[in-house]
């Protein structure tokens, strides 16, 4: 396998302002890249005040304004997208991922494990843990709060992931070095686009606390935004290189045991 | 639930030295301890040459050498003991954890994943993650390289663990900050009681990283060795305080989503 370009984008999108933030979002990609990742709910904010609001957001990923955009910006500039949306199907709205290739194909992965009030607001995922070809490589999807459960990122290294894609808006402070372990226990990589600034939209004041970072098989940070500043991080990575041996009796994969494991 | 003073005991054992090993880890014992975690192997060494030497060194669990030492240990000092030894049952060898009870009883788990020169050494683990009744509540056994595979500590907290013990003799860096989100993603505490010191009985230098910790449901450090030195860390821990709701809408155990997980 050919070497893979990724970008994370942090942004700071503004709540409601959908056509701006997906513009400041695309015009941040880095122009040589094959794979960016933006943060959860990039287009829309994070804080709906209820299930109304987000309906009234929420798109469909067919033919939505900013899964159009999303196919629109993936062909002119080669690249492939992962983007997180409020997704409309029929009287259901999803926390969801879009992943939109050059060619104008798509996929998308519904949140699983919901977050907090997200739980009044959404859908819970109904569609699994799907890993889709892209850039040569075979590449997994999961937002955010999915982080915690290890059986997110496990299932799909399981079902043959390289590289995991995480947008997400985090507000607790432990996923990023939980990510180090979460890349080193399943030996493939893992792209977190988070944003930043405050919401507070309800009662409670939220404050998303950035830290994106691409970090390594082997649980090294590639790259990763310091500060709570919008940004981009880049790194090259290579898909032949997950999934290999710790030492040369140990390889994660065949070592596990699943006869002794309760689910 | 009863708070419990939990202790983990550094050691630095010399290969071969069955009963000065057991004697130096017992006098490092807080008097005033209910559950004390020794090392892994922690009476006879760690690099064993070949499985024959192992199998010298081995001890049937029920009548032992270190295994009777613990019983009488554990009832004149009314404490609770976890500690890894060689065991053997018939022609196979096992890298076991024992707990041992004040009231005699005792019980073993046997090393599910082995790391790399213990494959040739030990057979693996057979009995599974079984989860056992002490100081009031429930403890589950894990061995140093169990910690790289999630499904250890998970599957022991959904067979009802409220403290998981983990006899430990580290050589990678890992282990110390991904216990922190192995405590996290399972809500319960964790003992690791690692070693210290090197071996270099073939042609491998081993050098043992120390590190024990005591972690919170909350991924807290309660209790942390700083450096390469034998010595005790102790913390009183709640078990009532474990499985907790992450927010209003977030347990992590009913919130998970197993249909939606492959094993």
């Known amino acids: 396998m050919t070497e893979i370009r990724i970008a994370a984008i942090q942004t700071h999108p503004e709540f409601g302002q959908v056509e701006s933030n997906v513009d400041t979002a695309l015009a941040a990609v880095p122009p040589e890249c094959d794979l960016a990742v933006l943060p959860e709910l990039f287009n829309t904010g994070y804080q709906f005040i209820n299930r109304a609001e987000a309906g009234e957001l929420a798109e469909d990923p067919a033919d939505g304004f900013t899964a159009r955009r999303l196919r629109v910006f993936a062909a002119?500039?080669?690249?492939?997208?992962?983007?997180?949306?409020?997704?409309?199907?029929?009287?259901?709205?999803?926390n969801s991922a879009l992943l939109v290739r050059p060619d104008g194909s798509w996929e998308i992965y519904r949140k699983i494990h919901l977050f907090w009030d997200e739980k009044i607001i959404f859908d819970p995922g109904d569609l699994g843990f799907p890993v889709f070809p892209a850039c040569g490589t075979t590449v997994g999807l999961m937002i955010c709060f999915d982080w915690i459960f290890p059986e997110a990122m496990r299932t799909l290294t399981l079902r043959g992931a390289h590289i995991v894609c995480h947008p997400a808006n985090l507000l607790l402070p432990y996923?990023?070095?939980?990510m180090i372990t979460r890349c080193l226990e399943n030996r493939i990589y893992a792209v977190t686009a988070n944003r930043i600034g405050s919401e507070h939209r309800t009662e409670t004041a939220l404050t998303f606390n950035g830290l994106s970072q691409i970090v390594s098989p082997l649980g090294e940070r590639l790259a990763a935004v310091?500060?709570?500043?919008?940004?981009?991080?880049?790194?090259?990575?290579?898909?032949?290189?997950?999934?290999?041996?710790?030492?040369?009796r140990n390889n994660l994969q065949s070592d596990r045991r699943p006869e002794f494991y309760d689910l």
């Open 76 to 94: 002119d500039c080669a690249v492939h997208l992962v983007a997180g949306i409020a997704e409309r199907d029929g009287d259901r709205i999803f």
């Open 175 to 178: 996923c990023y070095d939980a």
């Open 226 to 248: 310091d500060d709570q500043a919008c940004g981009v991080i880049e790194a090259v990575v290579d898909p032949g290189a997950t999934r290999q041996d710790l030492t040369p």
